[in-house]
């Protein structure tokens, strides 16, 4: 029996899961400062402080703004995500069970990402507490506030991240369900429920943190956050004599970091509010 996979086999999979890592994966990916091709096992993010202008007397120097300059690291690891394919089962539902495997592989790499990310966002120090309430307008408000209070650019590079529960919440918004869809602005967000309203693109994601029935929603500009890639996704297929199946196995490393917390707004909402 011959142990080699065909190239034909191979160079498909791998095309099958890009486009399903692309369409169905991360959705917050591209949310937050990237750095790919990242050579070794960690990142540094460069921070600036804000700066002030001065008055210049006539001959005098000119004033300094003594940028603050700091930096912020990211550790990097590795996951993994794989699967075996039966001969057999290849032969019965031969397109099939290739999709189905570059699927399942694409969103389990697509969801640790955003699950990386979350998890960094979860340490912000900007929190509107939950008050036995669900998300309201007012808190909205409010997170919005904080972020206008802190100086967060107004530029199109904020975003925020809700769960199913708060997303229907939402909806009772006039302002917000009567708002644009947000997949005309951002091709990767074409096909998802997305909107954009004061100024934020608008997302639903369930896997958002829940402790004690308390959900945390987050509110956050690009450039708070950052996830660093030594490999993208990535599919190896190789076949296996002993199981007579092909093992396809996706990779990743990643890792993500907060870079300014004062960028990051969490609002804590009731998850089993009774939605009006």
């Given at each position: 029996m011959s142990t080699t996979i065909t190239e034909a086999f191979v160079t498909e999979y791998t095309e099958m899961v890009h486009n399903a890592y692309q369409g169905q994966g991360s959705k917050m990916r591209h949310t937050v400062r990237l750095q790919p091709k990242v050579k070794g096992s960690k990142c540094v993010f460069q921070k600036v402080g804000k700066g002030a202008a001065g008055k210049k007397t006539r001959h005098g120097n000119v004033p300094l703004m003594n940028l603050n300059h700091s930096t912020v690291s990211c550790t990097l690891s590795d996951w993994y995500a794989a699967e075996y394919i039966d001969k057999l089962d290849e032969i019965k539902e031969r397109g099939n069970e290739?999709?189905?495997?570059?699927?399942?592989?694409?969103?389990?790499?697509?969801?640790?990402?955003?699950?990386?990310?979350?998890?960094?966002?979860?340490?912000?120090?900007?929190?509107?507490?939950?008050?036995?309430?669900?998300?309201?307008?007012?808190?909205?408000?409010?997170?919005?506030?904080?972020?206008?209070?802190?100086?967060?650019?107004?530029?199109?590079?904020?975003?925020?991240?809700?769960?199913?529960?708060?997303?229907?919440?939402?909806?009772?918004?006039?302002?917000?369900?009567?708002?644009?869809?947000?997949?005309?602005?951002?091709?990767?967000?074409?096909?998802?429920?997305?909107?954009?309203?004061?100024?934020?693109?608008?997302?639903?994601?369930?896997?958002?943190?829940?402790d004690g029935g308390t959900r945390s929603c987050f509110i956050y500009h690009r450039n708070a956050a950052g996830l660093a890639e030594g490999q993208e996704i990535k599919a190896f297929v190789d076949w296996v004599p002993e199981k007579a199946a092909h093992l396809v196995d996706h990779m990743l490393s990643a890792g993500a970091c907060l870079i300014d917390s004062e960028g990051v707004v969490e609002i804590q909402c009731d998850d089993s509010a009774v939605i009006s």
């Amino acid at each position: 029996m011959s142990t080699t996979i065909t190239e034909a086999f191979v160079t498909e999979y791998t095309e099958m899961v890009h486009n399903a890592y692309q369409g169905q994966g991360s959705k917050m990916r591209h949310t937050v400062r990237l750095q790919p091709k990242v050579k070794g096992s960690k990142c540094v993010f460069q921070k600036v402080g804000k700066g002030a202008a001065g008055k210049k007397t006539r001959h005098g120097n000119v004033p300094l703004m003594n940028l603050n300059h700091s930096t912020v690291s990211c550790t990097l690891s590795d996951w993994y995500a794989a699967e075996y394919i039966d001969k057999l089962d290849e032969i019965k539902e031969r397109g099939n069970e290739q999709q189905v495997a570059a699927n399942a592989g694409a969103w389990a790499l697509g969801r640790k990402i955003d699950e990386l990310i979350i998890d960094k966002l979860n340490g912000a120090f900007n929190v509107v507490a939950e008050t036995s309430t669900g998300l309201t307008k007012d808190k909205i408000l409010q997170a919005f506030g904080t972020l206008n209070a802190n100086d967060v650019p107004d530029d199109g590079n904020r975003f925020a991240i809700v769960g199913p529960q708060q997303w229907n919440e939402m909806l009772n918004i006039e302002e917000f369900k009567s708002s644009d869809y947000s997949g005309e602005q951002y091709s990767w967000l074409k096909g998802t429920e997305s909107r954009t309203w004061l100024g934020i693109t608008w997302m639903f994601h369930t896997g958002l943190p829940l402790d004690g029935g308390t959900r945390s929603c987050f509110i956050y500009h690009r450039n708070a956050a950052g996830l660093a890639e030594g490999q993208e996704i990535k599919a190896f297929v190789d076949w296996v004599p002993e199981k007579a199946a092909h093992l396809v196995d996706h990779m990743l490393s990643a890792g993500a970091c907060l870079i300014d917390s004062e960028g990051v707004v969490e609002i804590q909402c009731d998850d089993s509010a009774v939605i009006s």
